[in-house]
């Protein structure tokens, strides 16, 4: 009998769908993919996220099943906070350090960080901090753990997108680049070099966005005022842009977006990973946009 392979799984849960991936880290494979839509009408958000999860385990069969799971950056908080060099006491540092960037209490949150580098003059030690409100990482485990899954991480969708992005355009990810995630109610932009995350604007959307023009301009305003706090990425049109969202799933508004912003593309999740899931290739690129971030979920172990 032929031995198992080891998978690992991305879930993201949105406003209006759970996107799932399976992956086989050994052999940099996606063996499965599920979009899940979500019955939100007017009822409660996290009635329909549960009776989701109980649809879209019905139909997968995944008890049991390790996942990482994905949050939306705009309730996120992340911040890039600065240590002195000479500091012993890291973690209580960085709590201090965000509990004065906050509104409320750090107990209320959850939060992890990472080391980035080192200031040039060698005073400081960099770190890049994300937190997210407990009670709302509680719920979300409770109704995995409900449905028999293993949640193992908790992410945000941002840093699942800079993840897919550098996996699968390894030959640009020394180019600035901006991803463009663009969902129901509000578009990310999300600016990164060298697979590592720089700063992040969002802007919310009305009904005015369906118009590709409104949103164009919008976008535009918003990449502008985000170059503007990061000078040295401040050229418009020398930076590559990314789509992804379910937003991009409609062909003629993606294409004016295309044909009216310099150095763009569709962030594609398969260009450097192979997929099993019965799709060809013009199947996988209609989905892309929705499954980019759980892709990039999964993708830890290939890093």
């Not at 052999?27 to 649809?55: H, M, R």
């Not at 293993?150 to 390894?170: C, G, H, K, Q, R």
């Not at 600035?176 to 509000?186: A, D, Y």
Request: aromatic share 10%.
């Amino acid at each position: 009998m032929a031995a198992r392979h080891n998978t690992l799984s991305g879930l993201e849960l949105n406003k209006t769908s759970l996107c799932y991936t399976r992956c086989i880290p050994e052999d940099k494979l996606i063996a499965n993919i599920c979009i899940q839509p979500l019955d939100t009408g007017e009822g409660n958000y996290w009635e329909a996220v549960s009776a989701g999860f109980s649809a879209f385990i019905s139909e997968m069969n995944i008890p049991g099943e390790k996942i990482v799971v994905s949050l939306g950056g705009e309730y996120a908080i992340i911040k890039k906070i600065k240590i002195d060099m000479d500091e012993q006491e890291v973690n209580e540092a960085i709590e201090w350090e965000l509990s004065q960037q906050i509104i409320g209490s750090i107990k209320e949150y959850v939060y992890d960080y990472q080391f980035i580098n080192n200031d040039p003059t060698g005073d400081y030690q960099n770190f890049l901090v994300a937190g997210y409100r407990e009670t709302t990482v509680d719920r979300v485990g409770k109704i995995l753990k409900l449905k028999r899954l293993n949640p193992i991480i908790i992410d945000i969708d941002i840093f699942a997108l800079i993840n897919v992005f550098e996996i699968n355009y390894s030959d640009k990810i020394n180019i600035p680049s901006v991803i463009i995630f663009s969902e129901l109610t509000s578009s990310k932009i999300i600016l990164t070099v060298n697979g590592s995350f720089v700063d992040f604007e969002i802007f919310d959307h009305n009904d005015d966005m369906m118009n590709p023009d409104v949103f164009i301009k919008k976008l535009n305003d918003t990449m502008n005022f985000l170059f503007s706090y990061n000078q040295e990425f401040s050229n418009n049109e020398i930076v590559n842009k990314y789509l992804s969202g379910s937003f991009f799933s409609q062909v003629e508004f993606t294409n004016r977006v295309l044909n009216d912003i310099p150095n763009t593309e569709v962030l594609y999740p398969f260009r450097s990973v192979s997929c099993s899931a019965g799709m060809d290739d013009e199947k996988l690129r209609e989905f892309s946009p929705q499954l980019a971030v759980s892709v990039g979920l999964t993708l830890r172990d290939i890093e």
